[in-house]
C-alpha cells in the first residue's frame, strides 16, 4: 500500500486510491471531522482528548461536517508523520513510544508536540525517522 493511500485510509477519505493532487484539494476544501476522531483514536487510543490538541474543543464545536483548510492541513501533516513513523516502527504501539517520548534531538520534547506545532517542526521529525529508516539517528 502507498504511503497515500495508508494516509487516506487513516483519514478515512476514500475506498478507491486517490491520486496525490486529489488529496491536495480535499485538504484544501477541508476534510469532514471524521478524520479528526479517526486520527486521534489511532494515535492516542486512550487519551479521549488528543483532537483538541489538533483542533481545539471551543472551535471543533464551531464546525459540523467539515473542518477548514487549515485545521485539516494540520491533521494531514500529522497523519502523514504517523505513516512515516508506523512503515520505520512496524507497530502502532512503537510508533506511539516514539512519538510520545521525549527526545534528545527535539531537546527533550515530544515528536508529536514538534509536529503539532507547524510544517517545519514536522520535517525535523520526518528527519529523525529518515535517520533511524537508513540507521543514522541517535
Do not use: C
Amino acid at each position: 500500500m502507498s504511503e497515500l493511500q495508508e494516509i487516506t485510509d487513516l483519514l478515512g477519505i476514500g475506498k478507491n486510491p486517490v491520486a496525490p493532487l486529489e488529496f491536495v484539494d480535499l485538504v484544501q476544501e477541508g476534510l469532514p471531522l471524521k478524520s479528526l476522531n479517526r486520527l486521534s483514536v489511532r494515535i492516542a487510543p486512550a487519551d479521549a482528548t488528543f483532537k483538541y490538541r489538533l483542533v481545539p474543543k471551543a472551535t471543533l464545536a464551531r464546525y459540523a461536517v467539515r473542518l477548514n483548510s487549515m485545521q485539516s492541513n494540520r491533521i494531514a501533516r500529522v497523519a502523514r508523520l504517523w505513516a512515516f513513523a508506523r512503515r520505520i516502527w512496524g507497530s502502532d504501539e512503537r510508533t506511539r513510544d516514539f512519538l510520545f517520548q521525549p527526545h534528545q534531538l527535539l531537546n527533550g520534547r515530544p515528536p508529536i508536540d514538534v509536529a503539532i506545532e507547524n510544517e517545519i517542526g514536522a520535517e525535523l521529525v520526518r528527519d529523525i525517522l529518515g535517520r533511524l529508516e537508513f540507521g543514522s539517528a541517535v
